[in-house]
């Protein structure tokens, strides 16, 4: 597939969905999607679904018109596009869309996404989604907004670039998007640093009761569902803590794992090269990148943290668990 206008002809109806608990590549490539289609194909019915998207994107076009419950059981697009879904059971609000759809398309670069569609445009090799949907759109045609939520996406999967995933184009790419405008500054400082008290509060009770594992290579945080009701928070104020942990000196793998419901935890996994942490999710059921990934996993918090760091130890042999 070379443009999106190859799966747009003749479609008078379409759906777009990002994955679960979307992050901000999901977010940036879905309403970069639906606002191209908004503005270049008003003669198409099209509908984004995400699963409640943070307040932080709110500065996207738009954004106030996702969906974020799916309409009536009998509800049948032409076309559903799902973007940055590594696996069809990844798929949160639309899964019954996908599945009743009349058209499929999958728009990804995880590597370890087999295509669950029936058109599959996967690039691996690309630092996030919204770079491979950039890649699919005429430059002419990315406005300020579209090329705001294109920007969005990028910032949050390659770490404001940061990440091994950042490449030359990558670069260039964002340098292109920058030339329509958009406060890039105020965006950054509001997707990675602006914090309310409660979550510097929270963020610094990780950071204080973390511990160090396999000879000082890998380091675990953790809060139980009793702290999170405690300081009044949720999944979406955990934002950063997982990369603060990454930063420890000598470090090579942070875990950071918080309580969804009694014994069920959400484990976010970062590395700092020397580990492929998508194959340590993988194993329990998640996904994601070579430096970025995570899973969902039950026990206690310790029982947690052990399978992983057994699986870890697969990577480093010579660190004692």
């Known amino acids: 597939m070379k443009n999106v206008e190859e799966f747009l002809c003749g479609v008078h109806s379409m759906g777009i969905a990002g994955h679960l608990r979307p992050d901000g590549d999901a977010v940036g490539t879905v309403m970069a999607l639906y606002l191209y289609v908004k503005e270049y ?7 984004a679904y995400l699963d409640h998207p ?27 596009v799902t973007c ?28 370890s996404n087999t295509g669950f569609a029936d058109i599959n445009h996967i690039r691996g090799d690309i630092s996030s989604c919204s770079e491979v949907l950039y890649g699919l759109m005429d430059q002419e045609k990315v406005t300020r907004p579209i090329a705001t939520a294109i920007y969005t996406g990028m910032i949050h999967d390659t770490g404001v670039f940061q990440y091994g995933s950042t490449t030359p184009e990558t670069m260039r790419i964002a340098a292109k998007l920058m030339e329509t405008g958009f406060p890039f500054n105020r965006i950054i400082d509001d997707s990675f640093y602006r914090k309310t008290y409660i979550q510097n509060q929270v963020m610094g009770r990780v950071l204080a009761e973390s511990i160090m594992l396999m000879d000082c290579k890998v380091i675990a ?9 405690f300081y ?19 470090i090579e793998v942070a875990i950071f794992t918080y309580e969804l419901e009694t014994q069920r935890y959400k484990v976010s996994l970062r590395s700092n090269g ?6 340590v999710a993988s194993y329990f059921g998640g996904g994601g990148h070579e430096r970025a990934a995570g899973c969902d996993l039950s026990g206690t918090a310790y029982d947690v943290i052990n399978n992983l760091t057994a699986q870890i130890a697969l990577q480093l042999p010579e660190a004692e668990a």
């Open 54 to 80: 943070r307040p932080v994107f709110g500065h996207i076009d738009r954004i106030r018109e996702v969906r974020m419950t799916e309409p009536e059981p009998d509800k049948v697009y032409d076309l559903f």
């Open 41 to 47: 194909h008003p003669e198409i019915e099209v509908d």
């Open 232 to 250: 009044g928070v949720t999944g979406q104020d955990m934002e950063g803590i997982v990369n603060q942990l990454r930063l420890t000196e000598g």
């Open 84 to 111: 940055d879904v590594s696996a069809r059971d990844r798929l949160s609000v639309g899964a019954g869309l996908f599945a009743r759809a009349r058209r499929t398309v999958c728009i990804d670069h995880h590597v």
């Open 274 to 279: 020397r580990v492929d942490v998508s194959v």
């Open 221 to 229: 945080g953790y809060l139980r569902r009793k702290d999170m009701i």
